[in-house]
């Protein structure tokens, strides 16, 4: 741990103040650093938009991308002032970053009613044991479309 990723983590604490004491969502803020600067930021908005995805993490990924012009965020370092949750897990997943630096955990989130261990849970379970239900239709006619995209001359591959 170096003075800037204390320094990139308490910009990231302070994002979530931010937008708490804003009413646009809960405690938790994120920033995107490439090169040792910040190249995006965000808090989350779930409340504020009505959009469940509008988490921290998510919102400073959108921003990176969109700035960098680039669905990946190769060489750059992701702080965020909670551990993700499971969706954000995912997002980061898929953008790739070279680390993430989180200061609060799942457990510390939990004690304030932001617990995601259902979700944890719900992944474990087969699709049909699911609280929501899941129902796969159409299968055969939308295999098509994948069978497509793997013929596909020229695609961006990710």
Same mark, same amino acid.
């Given at each position: 741990?170096?003075?800037?990723?204390?320094?990139?983590?308490?910009?990231?604490?302070?994002?979530?103040?931010?937008?708490?004491?804003?009413?646009?969502?809960?405690?938790?803020?994120?920033?995107?650093?490439?090169?040792?600067?910040?190249?995006?930021?965000?808090?989350?908005?779930?409340?504020?938009?009505?959009?469940?995805?509008?988490? *921290?993490?998510?919102? /400073?990924?959108?921003?990176? #991308? %969109? $700035?960098?012009?680039?669905?990946?965020? !190769?060489?750059?370092?992701?702080?965020?002032?909670?551990?993700?949750?499971?969706?954000?897990?995912?997002?980061?997943?898929? *953008?790739?970053?070279? /680390?993430?630096?989180?200061? #609060? %955990? $799942?457990?510390?989130?939990?004690?304030? !009613?932001?617990?995601?261990?259902?979700?944890?849970?719900?992944?474990?379970?087969?699709?049909?044991?699911?609280?929501?239900?899941?129902?796969?239709?159409?299968?055969?006619?939308?295999?098509?479309?994948?069978?497509?995209?793997?013929?596909?001359?020229?695609?961006?591959?990710?």
């Amino acid at each position: 741990m170096t003075t800037n990723d204390i320094q990139f983590m308490k910009r990231a604490i302070a994002l979530a103040q931010e937008g708490m004491n804003s009413n646009a969502g809960g405690p938790f803020g994120a920033v995107v650093v490439k090169n040792g600067e910040i190249i995006a930021e965000g808090f989350n908005k779930v409340t504020s938009t009505n959009d469940p995805t509008a988490h *921290a993490e998510v919102t /400073a990924i959108r921003a990176a #991308c %969109d $700035k960098l012009g680039s669905f990946q965020l !190769d060489d750059c370092i992701i702080y965020t002032s909670c551990e993700p949750c499971p969706m954000c897990l995912g997002a980061i997943y898929w *953008a790739r970053p070279k /680390a993430v630096f989180y200061g #609060c %955990d $799942k457990v510390d989130a939990a004690k304030i !009613d932001f617990d995601d261990q259902f979700i944890y849970e719900e992944l474990d379970k087969k699709i049909g044991d699911r609280r929501i239900k899941f129902v796969q239709i159409l299968q055969s006619e939308a295999i098509e479309i994948f069978n497509e995209w793997d013929a596909k001359e020229g695609k961006t591959e990710y």
